[in-house]
């Protein structure tokens, strides 16, 4: 075995893409996964379904219990990089070398809360926050979710399920509308009501205190009306977390700034929720915050990191935008981008029963996104459609076209 040493830092899905896709590829070398947590990597899309829903379920693990394809630090956060010696630096004081080294440092919840009870609100983003929230999810409980997006919701309607007394509350005026279009949000804001979730929507939250004698938390809003709740959920975004590497030279902006093969810079490279990549086809930088997009980038990354070695070409991020939900037992499957803006072509079935596929098309008419329950081969032939699509634009945009 050579001494070439990739180091991974962070411990998540795009970090057990990596190390996964480079043993598969025989790499010749040392793999360093290096994570703030204590747990080797596990999927984070369950922690708001069933480790939610159904007490005594597991995490589940990305690699093998017993993986041996790499050495772990773990419960040891990376605090600084040193690009001109190829070290990274770890909160313990230990330095960590590396020939290829790999950004995966994922993203945490944006807290907008202030007041005497914000360390009372709850934010889901590993096991233990589900865990912690889980079990405050009791039957009859009072649970105020702030943020109407994917992971809003779908906290929502686990509480439902748990028997909770369920307010989504947030800015937006539908739920899931900034990324399900108008048409398919209010459909799923029926969905809502009809298990019996009450909207508060309109107004943004402040800050949550307690209560003089009593349990019960109060939400300030800013239209100066307040909530009462005994549980109070943040799902208010997210922030990158790349403060380790400030004023390390790596380009950062809302995220770690990478070319279309996902590389930072010689030896450096990014993938998953944390990477903001230049997508050379539009020219636009884009980061995108779900499970395929981590596996994709990883897959990429691995690859590029054996091309650069061996001299074969690099490979381009140019997978379609695609990711899931779940909610009471549906799942909608959202590819491209459905915004308010993208023209709705064809709404055939309703999201209440299963059976939907909504299909967006620019100006042009060309597929922009869709939103697909319970259709699989509509899903497969919309997909295959927007990728061969970005492969046309690819072409156009390649030098010489
Ligand atoms: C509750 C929940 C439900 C979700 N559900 C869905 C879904 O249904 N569908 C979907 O498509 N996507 C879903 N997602 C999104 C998906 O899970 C993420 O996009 C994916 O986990 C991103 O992987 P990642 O490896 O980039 O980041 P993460 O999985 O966040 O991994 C980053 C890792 O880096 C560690 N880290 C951070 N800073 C440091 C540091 N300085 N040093 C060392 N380690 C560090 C973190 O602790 C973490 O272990 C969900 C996410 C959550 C939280």
Redesign the pocket.
């Known amino acids: 075995m050579s001494d070439h040493r990739v180091v991974v830092?962070?411990?998540?899905?795009?970090?057990a893409g990596v190390v996964s896709t480079l043993e598969r590829a025989g790499l010749d070398g040392q793999v360093t996964v290096?994570?703030?947590?204590f747990q080797r990597p596990y999927d984070?899309?369950p922690?708001?379904k069933s480790v939610l829903t159904d007490s005594g379920v597991q995490p589940t693990w990305l690699l093998a219990p017993d993986h041996r394809g790499a050495q772990y630090v773990l419960g040891d956060?990376?605090?600084g990089l040193d690009i001109h010696t190829h070290r990274v630096a770890l909160s313990s004081g230990r330095l960590i070398p590396y020939e290829d080294l790999v950004i995966?440092?994922?993203?945490r919840p944006r807290r907008v809360l202030n007041g005497d009870a914000a360390d009372r609100a709850h934010a889901?983003?590993t096991y233990d926050d589900a865990l912690a929230l889980r079990d405050k999810l009791t039957a009859g409980a009072s649970v105020v979710v702030l943020g109407a997006s994917?992971?809003g919701t779908?906290v929502a309607a686990s509480a439902v399920q748990r028997g909770c007394r369920v307010v989504v509350a947030a800015p937006e005026l539908d739920l899931g509308g900034r990324l399900l279009g108008s048409t398919v949000a209010a459909m799923l804001t029926g969905v809502h009501e009809g298990h019996g979730v009450q909207r508060w929507l309109g107004r943004s939250a402040l800050g949550v205190d307690t209560t003089p004698g009593s349990d019960v938390l109060r939400i300030r809003f800013d239209d100066g009306t307040v909530l009462d709740a005994d549980v109070v959920v943040e799902a208010t975004g997210s922030v990158p977390?790349t403060e380790?590497l400030q004023g390390t030279g790596v380009t950062l902006a809302d995220g770690v700034v990478t070319d279309e093969h996902l590389r930072v810079s010689s030896g450096i490279w990014a993938?998953?929720?944390?990477c903001r990549w230049r997508d050379d086809v539009s020219g636009q930088t884009e980061r995108r915050?779900?499970?395929?997009?981590?596996s994709e980038q990883a897959l990429i990354v691995a690859r590029n990191i054996e091309a650069t070695r061996n001299g074969s070409p690099m490979r381009r991020m140019e997978a379609v935008p695609y990711?899931?939900?779940?909610q009471y037992g549906l799942t909608l499957h959202v590819l491209g981008r459905v915004g308010h803006d993208d023209q709705l072509e064809e709404l055939d079935g309703d999201l209440s029963s299963g059976d939907m596929a909504a299909i967006y098309r620019d100006g042009s008419g060309r597929l922009a996104g869709a939103v697909v329950v319970g259709r699989p081969r509509v899903l497969r032939e919309l997909r295959l459609e927007m990728v061969k699509g970005r492969a046309a634009s690819s072409a156009a945009a390649a030098p010489g076209a």
Do not use: I
């Not at 915050?289 to 981590?294: F, L, V």
């Open positions: 830092v962070g411990g998540g899905a795009a970090a290096v994570s703030d947590e984070r899309p922690l708001s956060p990376a605090v995966a440092t994922g993203v889901l983003r994917v992971l779908e977390n380790w993938a998953g929720d944390v915050e779900n499970r395929t997009n981590a990711f899931w939900t779940d």
